[in-house]
């Protein structure tokens, strides 16, 4: 898949207009970008309720792959305000992030916005069909969560994981060929 895009092509964060990330997404996507939208589905309050409506992981955000200096049929897009990144400099998100966001959204896994976090472990999923995503563990009751970010927004996600399928992935924090089981 990643060998369709010139070398040229990144993934960025677009601020896009309150509420209008899907219509934006679609609008880049008809126009022969990709386009990334995260999203999830809340819990309700009431289980009388009618309907779950997927919800934007990354409100105001939506990802587009494109070349930099080719940006300008994204700018017009209807919908978007500007590129995310360092004052008027557009920074590219890391390609990791974008991978481990897309697995965790296409495995359906009860996923939801979470605070940025700074400190915590970080970890890898070693089994499961997530093995190999990495990101912050958090300890919650009973459970653990693993929290994906995605750095130059300052936003992550939370999933649900089970504690066995985790191990450190700090440096200095595990033997390459014994890595430390998180407990």
């Known amino acids: 898949m990643e060998s369709n895009y010139h070398s040229g092509e990144q993934w960025f964060a677009l601020r896009v207009k309150g509420r209008s990330e899907q219509v934006t997404?679609?609008?880049?996507?008809?126009?022969?970008y990709q386009a990334f939208l995260p999203t999830y589905r809340p819990r309700l309050m009431r289980p009388?309720?009618?309907?779950?409506?997927?919800?934007?992981?990354?409100?105001?955000?939506?990802?587009?792959?494109?070349?930099?200096?080719?940006?300008?049929?994204?700018l017009t897009t209807p919908g978007v305000i500007h590129v995310v990144g360092a004052g008027k400099i557009p920074v590219p998100v890391d390609d990791q992030e974008i991978r481990s966001l897309q697995r965790v959204v296409k495995q359906?896994?009860?996923?939801?916005p979470s605070d940025f976090l700074?400190?915590?472990?970080?970890?890898?999923?070693?089994e499961g069909a997530l093995a190999?995503?990495?990101g912050i563990l958090m300890e919650f009751?009973?459970?653990?969560?693993?929290v994906?970010?995605?750095?130059?927004?300052?936003r992550s996600i939370r999933v649900e994981l089970h504690k066995d399928f985790v191990v450190?992935?700090?440096?200095?924090?595990?033997?390459?060929?014994?890595?430390?089981?998180?407990?």
Do not use: W
Request: net charge positive; with cysteine.
């Open 48 to 74: 009388d309720s009618m309907g779950r409506l997927d919800r934007p992981l990354f409100p105001g955000y939506i990802f587009c792959r494109f070349d930099l200096l080719r940006r300008l049929p994204i």
């Open 25 to 32: 997404s679609t609008i880049l996507e008809n126009k022969g």
């Open 168 to 183: 450190s992935s700090t440096p200095g924090l595990q033997a390459s060929t014994n890595p430390r089981r998180i407990a």
């Open 148 to 154: 994906l970010s995605v750095s130059l927004l300052c």
């Open 118 to 126: 700074t400190v915590g472990d970080r970890v890898r999923i070693i």
């Open 108 to 112: 359906q896994l009860d996923v939801s």
């Open 132 to 134: 190999g995503v990495e």
């Open 141 to 146: 009751r009973n459970g653990m969560h693993l």
